[in-house]
C-alpha cells in the first residue's frame, strides 16, 4: 500500500510561484510513474505532469514551458515547480503514483488559487 502526503499549495498573485511536495509512504518501485493531477471546480482531473524513475517526464500542453516535475527516487518524493502562475491554474492539485497493472494511488490534495 502507498500513502502520499502533499504540501505546498496555497494563495499566490497571477505571476508569482509555488512549489509543491509529495512524499510517498511505502513501497514505491522503479517502474511506478509519479505524477500531478488536478481538479477545478466543475471540471474533470486532468494530468498536469509525470515522471518515471529514470527522469523522462510529460507535460500537459497548457503548462509547458511553466511547470517542472522533479523526482527523488532515494526519498520517495515528487516535486512541481510552478512559475508564472495563471488564474487558470487554480485547482486542487493531487499527487499520484500509477502502478503496472493500473493500480491508481492518490494523495488527499492541496488546494493552488492564483488571484488576477
Known amino acids: 500500500q502507498v500513502q502520499l502526503v502533499e504540501s505546498g499549495g496555497g494563495l499566490v498573485q497571477a505571476g508569482g510561484s509555488l512549489r509543491l511536495s509529495c512524499v510517498a509512504s511505502?513501497?514505491?518501485?522503479?517502474?511506478?510513474?509519479m505524477g500531478w493531477y488536478r481538479q477545478a471546480p466543475g471540471k474533470q482531473r486532468e494530468l498536469v505532469a509525470r515522471?518515471?524513475?529514470?527522469?523522462?517526464?510529460g507535460y500537459a500542453d497548457s503548462v509547458k514551458g511553466r511547470f517542472t516535475i522533479s523526482r527523488d527516487n532515494a526519498k520517495n518524493t515528487v516535486t512541481l515547480q510552478m512559475n508564472s502562475l495563471k488564474p487558470e491554474d487554480s485547482a486542487v492539485y493531487y499527487c499520484?503514483?500509477?502502478?503496472?497493472?493500473?493500480?491508481?494511488?492518490w494523495g488527499q490534495g492541496t488546494q493552488v488559487t492564483v488571484s488576477s
Open positions: 511505502g513501497q514505491i518501485f522503479s517502474s511506478d510513474v
Open positions: 499520484n503514483v500509477l502502478r503496472i497493472g493500473l493500480t491508481n494511488y
Open positions: 515522471i518515471s524513475s529514470g527522469g523522462s517526464t
